[in-house]
């Protein structure tokens, strides 16, 4: 008998009856100076965050333990191993996929081994074995564009036409994945948000999300709490709250991006992000009104 295996099985058409995005919750494993908490303190508050983050909704978890802040201290493969293995241990029983956030080869193999259902890779495998480490784990990969690196990306973002510049990029991502063996039925794209773009080029790729599925892969997006908001905000004579007050921004940017048909959408805030689309949802799936007879 011949069964067919969906290769990205978090996704919404792998749920039938669910229309629209699944929600991303963010979970960053990272030393906390501030409490000065063990290690295993820092993954067991890490368990916890993902496990009310899957309470509130949450479809997937990302977990990350790089930060791509500029000016933030690097962080080693081993490091980032030794951060992810206990948090991954203790999510065996979530429920629902566990997704890394790694630009390491080592990190990939490390955490497909040990239980992580999705390699998500800002530098869409671009790293020192990446590829052959992501096609070896069998798992599904998101690739981001981003110009430039995570501490100088921002200073001069440069494109002569973003959209066309981006979706050639992701393009050939899929080609090279497609030549170390990563077949496109395992693939996902991520436009990038805020990784080497000004506000402007942020926009212009938020409405172009319709062009960008012609690449013929779902879409992830990721905008909770991103400069842009601010950005955009101070460019309308507002106030930017900062990251901690851009939620009512983040929620605006989502549904969009759930109108434009993007598959999954990296959030901070799961609850709130999820009361948003299910109200986007309940809209967009409502009858007409008129009475049929
Ligand atoms: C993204 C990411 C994103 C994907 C970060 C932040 C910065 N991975 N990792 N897409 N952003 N795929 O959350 O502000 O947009 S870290």
């Known amino acids: 008998m011949h ?43 890490a368990v916890a965050r993902a496990r009310a983050m899957a309470a509130a909704g949450a479809g997937i978890i990302d977990l990350g333990a790089e930060s791509t802040r ?49 390699l998500n890779d800002i530098s869409a495998l671009e790293g020192a074995g990446s590829l052959q480490a992501a096609a070896e784990s069998g798992l599904p990969v998101v690739l981001m564009h981003m110009q430039g690196e995570p501490g100088s990306m921002q200073q001069a973002p440069h494109y002569e036409d973003v959209v066309a510049e981006v979706e ?13 063996g990563i077949v496109r039925e395992r693939i996902i794209l991520d436009p990038g948000i805020g990784f080497g773009k000004t506000a402007d080029h942020n ?41 901690a007050g851009r939620l009512p921004g ?18 901070h805030d799961v609850a709130e992000t999820v009361q948003a689309l299910t109200l986007w949802r309940a809209v967009a799936a409502a009858e007409s009104g008129v009475q049929k007879s």
């Open 250 to 267: 983040s929620l605006a940017l989502a549904v969009w991006a759930a109108q434009q048909g993007a598959a999954i959408l990296r959030v």
């Open 168 to 180: 050639a990029y992701l393009a050939a991502r899929v080609a090279a994945c497609a030549a170390a």
């Open 70 to 118: 500029p000016g933030a201290a690097p962080v080693s493969p081993q490091q980032e191993i030794d951060r992810l293995l206990p948090v991954l241990d203790g999510l065996k029983d979530l429920g629902i996929p566990v997704s890394v956030d790694t630009r390491n080869a080592a990190t990939m193999r490390a955490c497909s081994a040990a239980g992580a259902a999705l």
């Open 3 to 45: 069964t067919t295996v969906n290769p990205l099985p978090m996704l919404p058409a792998a749920r039938p009856g669910v229309m629209g995005p699944v929600v991303m919750g963010i979970v960053n494993v990272t030393d906390d100076s501030f409490s000065g908490d063990s290690l295993n303190g820092d993954a067991a508050r």
């Open 203 to 243: 926009l212009a790729l938020l409405r172009a999300l319709p062009r960008l599925h012609g690449l013929g892969c779902p879409l992830l997006v990721g905008v909770s709490r991103k400069s842009l908001i601010g950005a955009v905000l101070r460019d309308a004579g507002r106030d930017d709250p900062g990251p």
